[in-house]
């Protein structure tokens, strides 16, 4: 079964444009989380999305948004690019939010 | 709020040994799940082991097991017979309890994560 997907692998950008991520969930699971993950530390819950809904969302200003379409899959916006928002972008897929979160291999955005 | 400490920066041992990853906890939810991820330099965190809360027996996966004390609040990760394909680094999480309002989600809060290397 293939796991969860992102795209694309790596990014670069320069300050205030913006950047759209993709997400594709395992097959089966409905929720989607999304973390930010600076160098040297661990990742930041960004949001988190189920059926569509979005179910939780952390401290990150309003320039992050998130949506997730009909079947499951997710993006991840970023507008007006900081160079503080360098880092790697991870994706992790449950069935619905409370359980154990499967990850991708990540969205590396470097922000010159 | 809750907070994941993750003390040691960096460990390392020698191949075929165990080796003991420290994780301490802290929250008011009576309900928690902890979870230990591995993230080689490729970066994917990969999915070890769980232990809930109301759990009474300590999770094990392969080589790891999670030693989980409660009224110490730890969750540390053992891992035995070391392997060489075992560096990379570990990280502990936390997913919270009930949010207000009966809406409860998983959202994961993450320690700063224990480098360790293997050494042949």
């Known amino acids: 079964d293939a796991g969860v997907t992102q795209s694309p692998t790596h990014l670069i950008k320069t300050r205030g444009q913006h950047v759209t991520l993709r997400c594709s969930p395992i097959?089966?699971?409905?929720?989607v989380s999304w973390y930010q993950q600076v160098l040297g530390q661990g990742p930041q819950f960004i949001f988190q999305?189920?059926?569509?809904?979005?179910?939780g969302r952390g401290n990150f200003p309003d320039r992050f948004s998130a949506r997730q379409f009909p079947n499951y899959s997710s993006e991840l916006n970023v507008n007006a690019l900081l160079l503080g928002d360098s880092a790697l972008y991870l994706c992790?897929?449950?069935?619905?939010?409370?359980?154990?979160?499967?990850f991708g291999p990540g969205t590396r955005l470097l922000v010159l | 709020a809750q907070k994941i400490t993750q003390t040691q920066p960096g460990m390392f041992v020698q191949e075929k040994e165990a080796v003991t990853l420290d994780c301490t906890y802290d929250?008011?939810?009576?309900?928690?799940?902890l979870f230990w991820y591995k993230q080689p330099s490729s970066g994917e965190m990969i999915f070890l082991i769980y232990?809930?809360?109301?759990?009474?027996q300590n999770a094990t996966e392969g080589r790891y097991s999670l030693n989980f004390q409660k009224a110490r609040k730890s969750a540390n990760l053992v891992i035995s017979a070391s392997q060489l394909g075992d560096s990379a680094m570990y990280f502990c999480?936390?997913?919270?309890?009930?949010?207000?309002?009966?809406?409860?989600?998983?959202?994961?809060?993450f320690g700063q994560g224990t480098i360790l290397t293997v050494h042949p």
């Open positions: 992790a897929s449950s069935q619905q939010g409370w359980e154990t979160q499967y």
């Open positions: 097959s089966g699971h409905k929720s």
């Open positions: 999305y189920y059926e569509k809904e979005e179910r």
């Open positions: 929250t008011s939810d009576p309900s928690y799940g």
């Open positions: 232990q809930g809360s109301y759990d009474q």
């Open positions: 999480a936390m997913r919270d309890g009930e949010a207000a309002g009966g809406t409860s989600y998983g959202k994961l809060t």
